[in-house]
């Protein structure tokens, strides 16, 4: 996390909650237990989120974003109960819109929590830093204004990740 450097976060995309589960049940262990991988952290959350919509960029698919994103950018978005419909729609009709006209946003998911229905997460993919910060500086103060989601928010916390090309692993094509 580019704001807290101590801070490391992984985000794995799974193709269905079985291909997740097989994971965890079958290899999950074993690649942990191998590298003594609970002696590199301090504390942990884990939480499984559900895609609610894609965030359409300039790149065709999910898994070329990826390829070549070198930035992250989540929100982790916890929302007022009685205004989900309204962040939902300002998601849609707002954010997605404004984010693919940002030059260099490659594309992203807008991410419900499976077990608390008012957590949201909105995972866009940069394809550098400076394509991000020209978005933070003239694209989101007006976006901010237009979605109108002051009442929406119980609280926004946000992660910028420099991305790792080595830790990503897509699916084959």
Same mark, same amino acid.
């Given at each position: ?48 989120? +559900? ?9 065709? #698919? &999910?898994?070329?974003? %990826? =390829? ?44 419900? +929590? ?9 995972? #866009? &993919?940069?394809?550098? %830093? =400076? ?43």
């Amino acid at each position: 996390n580019q704001h807290q450097p101590e801070q490391a976060c992984i985000l794995g995309l799974w193709q269905n909650i079985i291909s997740y589960q097989t994971f965890m049940d079958k290899i999950h262990d074993t690649v942990t237990d191998n590298n003594a991988q609970e002696k590199t952290y301090s504390e942990i959350h884990v939480g499984l989120f +559900h895609r609610v919509l894609d965030i359409i960029g300039e790149a065709p #698919t &999910l898994s070329a974003a %990826l =390829s070549e994103a070198s930035i992250l950018r989540v929100a982790d978005c916890m929302v007022t109960q009685v205004q989900q419909s309204h962040f939902e729609q300002m998601q849609q009709d707002v954010w997605n819109i404004g984010m693919a006209q940002a030059g260099g946003m490659l594309g992203g998911i807008f991410n419900q +929590h499976n077990d608390i229905a008012n957590q949201y997460l909105v995972t #866009t &993919l940069w394809r550098d %830093l =400076s394509h991000h910060q020209n978005y933070v500086a003239h694209h989101l103060p007006d976006l901010r204004q237009k979605a109108d989601v002051s009442d929406d928010l119980d609280s926004i916390t946000g992660y910028l990740i420099e991305l790792e090309s080595t830790w990503c692993v897509l699916p084959e094509q």
